[in-house]
């Protein structure tokens, strides 16, 4: 609600997010659209408290006592950079599921860890296998699987497919949006592609300059919008 967030370097001050207010609805896919530098990144830290709010509020109603790092977990674009080389997939779930599911006995955990591969289109066998033993579509996956691990209630996709082949792209956002129904999440898609957001999406916020354009169900905005930055961004799909 009314978000403001300023980067300072020295004197000078550059208001990188002025007076923003949107809502993640239970189980909603939210897509946050905007051009380099609109400050949709600036959103996501500021959610995960990596950024500071200079005024505003960002209020959680999870519903449960669980921390903020277990309700909401992110994938990012790089799916390379975002593994540890040197783990096997099994001991990096592993690592996840103690952290954030410490409650489930030994078993469990192997149960879990099995049907958390499955959920992603991976095989139990994977576990034991290290992340350069797969594709860039498959670690994405081992990403997602990992971020399901921790329980979360938002997940928080910031251009997560935007690297990937175009085929692949859509075998993932297929795979999210089946997440979606299946785990009951909430997710919001950071990313620069209308055509992405318009199909994944159910309701968009559009941002230019750190200010909301326009938002509303992605339907309405689609077929009846009138902003001129909005059918732009919609020309290019
Ligand atoms: P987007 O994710 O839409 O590309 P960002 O949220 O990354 O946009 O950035 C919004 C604006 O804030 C940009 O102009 C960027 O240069 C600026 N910015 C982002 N992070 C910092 C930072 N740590 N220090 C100074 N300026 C920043």
Redesign the pocket.
């Known amino acids: 609600t009314h978000l403001v ?1 300023d ?3 020295g004197t000078n001050v ?1 208001r ?2 002025n007076d923003l207010s949107f809502e993640i609805k239970k189980g909603a896919s939210v897509g946050l659209i ?12 500021l959610m995960v408290k990596l ?1 500071k709010l200079d005024s505003g509020s960002i209020e959680f109603d999870f519903k449960n006592n669980k921390p903020l790092s277990s309700n909401i977990q992110m994938i990012f674009q790089d799916p390379f950079a975002a593994l540890n080389p040197a783990l096997k997939v099994g001991s990096m779930l592993e690592e996840v599921l103690n952290k954030h599911q410490s409650e489930l006995s030994k078993l469990e955990k192997e149960q879990t860890l099995n049907n958390l591969l499955i959920k992603v289109g991976l095989t139990p066998e994977d576990a034991n296998k290290y992340p350069n033993e797969f594709s860039g579509g498959q670690r994405q996956r081992l990403c997602i699987a990992r971020a399901l691990a921790a329980k979360p209630v938002l997940l928080i996709c ?1 251009e997560s497919t935007s690297a990937l082949d175009l085929s692949v792209q859509a075998q993932i956002l297929n795979l999210l949006k089946e997440l979606q129904v299946t785990e009951n999440l909430s997710i919001l898609m ?1 990313t ?1 592609s209308m055509a992405v957001a318009a199909w994944f999406c159910q309701y968009l916020v559009l ?1 230019k300059n ?1 200010e909301i354009v326009e938002q509303g169900p992605s339907m309405q905005l689609i077929k009846h919008s009138t902003n001129g930055y909005t059918k732009a961004l919609l020309a290019h799909t």
Do not use: F, M, N, Q
């Open positions: 967030k980067y300072k370097d550059y990188a997010l905007g051009e380099s530098g609109s400050g949709k990144s600036t959103i996501s830290k950024e910031d950071i620069h941002l750190g």
